[in-house]
């Protein structure tokens, strides 16, 4: 190896540090990105590893919420959010949340859930990264008829910590409607990729 | 040859006589504390006067001044930091519970449409029949 090369190996690494690091960030088509000045509401979370433990460290032991949210946080490398909240329907393509979901068709992620719904519109698809049979990250996709969510954790994340995920922070947990109306909806569970 | 020596109980008699238990005449306390009191003051005002003597020379009078406010402005920056930071780990706080109530929520709309389908689909027919059925 000449002493040229060898001066530009650890250069050109350098370079790419930081691309190898956003690789398993959510990106966002530039037509998804232009919908905050549509949306009647937008929020935009983009919180990296240093930043999540900063954050954490303002949460209290006292409080039985936040000390679960300090615990699923701890190894987390990073949670970013985009939602869109519109005041009528059709405010986004659903081209550019294909494109969003394409994404995460690649090697590495699976598709735990997907649900795709005729009768509210409501699609929503639970993307799973996996390193070594571990949990290294999820991704859900969110199209609802007047709001479209995008969230990306990056991190481990145990089964336990997700469910927790899913049933704390003051949301209730949501109940399922009766039998009688038949839902228009199918789903995929557990569909590898 | 005295009395006293003539008699020895002229001396003790003396003695007892001399110092016999006496109260004090009438003010003698206020009196003692009256003179008492400019003393004391006094040396307290000499003490504090030789303190301050200290800052009767122009530059340590200013040096001083000099101190004190750069200990009070050096104080000021670091309290304002330190509500700034806790300010920015607050605001860092509410945005992180946002994104865990978000994702939480959005997890449990994909739980509720699972369920919703999972109920509404027909039971399975059973798949042992016994051979006389199956004729």
């Given at each position: ?20 690091l956003?690789?398993q960030e ?21 919180m990296d590893g240093p930043m999540l433990h900063w954050a954490s460290k303002?949460l209290?032991a006292?409080?039985?919420?936040e000390r679960k949210a300090a615990k699923l946080v701890a190894n987390l490398k990073g949670i970013y ?47 799973f990264k996996l390193e070594n049979e571990k949990m290294a990250g999820i991704v ?11 969230v990306n954790i990056v991190g481990p994340l145990e089964v336990d910590q997700l469910a927790d995920l899913?049933?704390e ?25 | ?95 992180l519970?946002?994104a865990l109530?978000?994702a ?32």
């Amino acid at each position: 190896m000449s002493t040229m090369t060898r001066k530009l190996v650890p250069l050109i690494l350098l370079l790419a540090f930081p691309a190898i690091l956003r690789a398993q960030e959510l990106k966002l088509p530039p037509g998804v990105e232009k919908l905050a000045s549509k949306a009647k509401e937008t929020v935009e979370v983009n919180m990296d590893g240093p930043m999540l433990h900063w954050a954490s460290k303002f949460l209290s032991a006292e409080d039985p919420e936040e000390r679960k949210a300090a615990k699923l946080v701890a190894n987390l490398k990073g949670i970013y959010v985009r939602s869109y909240e519109f005041s009528d329907e059709g405010a986004y393509s659903a081209a550019d949340v294909e494109e969003v979901r394409a994404q995460f068709r690649s090697p590495g992620w699976s598709r735990v859930v997907g649900v795709r719904s005729e009768r509210d519109g409501d699609n929503v698809d639970i993307f799973f990264k996996l390193e070594n049979e571990k949990m290294a990250g999820i991704v859900i996709i969110s199209a609802e008829a007047k709001e479209l969510t995008f969230v990306n954790i990056v991190g481990p994340l145990e089964v336990d910590q997700l469910a927790d995920l899913g049933g704390e922070f003051g949301i209730p947990k949501l109940k399922t409607r009766p039998q009688s109306s038949k839902p228009m909806a199918k789903a995929d569970k557990g569909e590898q990729k | 040859m005295t009395e006293i020596n003539k008699n020895p109980n002229l001396l003790e008699d003396a003695l007892r006589n001399a110092l016999r238990r006496e109260d004090a005449p009438e003010g003698f306390a206020l009196r003692v504390l009256a003179r008492a009191l400019p003393q004391a003051s006094a040396a307290q005002e000499a003490q504090r006067a030789s303190w301050l003597s200290i800052f009767s020379q122009p530059l340590l009078r200013w040096s001083a001044v000099a101190a004190v406010t750069i200990c009070l402005v050096i104080g000021g920056i670091y309290y304002r930091n330190l509500q700034r930071q806790r300010a920015e780990g607050e605001a860092a706080k509410q945005q992180l519970m946002l994104a865990l109530r978000i994702a939480g929520s959005k997890l449990q709309l994909a739980k509720e449409k699972v369920n919703e389908i999972n109920t509404s689909r027909p039971e399975p027919q059973p798949q042992n029949r016994s051979p006389r059925s199956r004729s």
